[in-house]
């Protein structure tokens, strides 16, 4: 039995991220994960709290209709305990007002004992976002 790092993980679902591959992405999840966009969900689209799967993958929807992504690159990878946080920097734009940004994030990943992401958060150039979209 092979025992795959939380890092090489987190490395993977970006790698299916950058593929657009959301079922891989949601395979690595537990079923009861929780994935919390912070913001104003107001302003922000995506923004908010979203509890399993089935919510997750309308994170990604809204997510894909409301960005556009002209760079994505995650780097300054760095495990803790149960956790990997990394930052993302990113330049994109968003959909409904045209407005577009660089910003950098930090990203916290929370694993369970069978090796799925059971929470997921951002932190970090959030007000960029915002601005981007009012």
């Known amino acids: 039995m092979t025992t795959v790092s939380n890092l090489t993980t987190v490395q993977s679902i ?3 991220f950058g593929k657009g591959d959301i079922p891989t ?9 929780v994935w919390n966009h912070y913001g104003n969900p107001a302003v922000v689209p995506f923004a908010g709290t979203y509890n399993g799967k089935d919510e997750i ?6 997510l894909g209709q409301n960005m556009q992504f002209a760079s994505f690159h ?3 990878f760095r495990e803790e305990g149960n956790q ?3 930052d993302v920097t990113m330049d994109a734009t968003a959909v409904p007002t ?13 694993f369970g004992d069978n090796g ?3 929470h997921w958060k951002n932190e970090g150039g959030l007000d960029v976002i915002e601005e981007m979209f009012s």
């Not at 992405?25 to 994960?33: E, Q």
């Not at 993958?57 to 809204?62: N, S």
């Open 14 to 16: 970006y790698e299916a």
């Open 25 to 33: 992405i949601l395979a690595n999840l537990s079923d009861n994960a």
């Open 57 to 62: 993958l309308q994170f990604f929807q809204k």
């Open 74 to 76: 995650p780097h300054n």
């Open 84 to 86: 990997v946080i990394n």
């Open 98 to 110: 045209g407005k577009s940004a660089t910003t950098t994030v930090k990203f916290t990943w929370t």
């Open 116 to 118: 799925k992401v059971t």
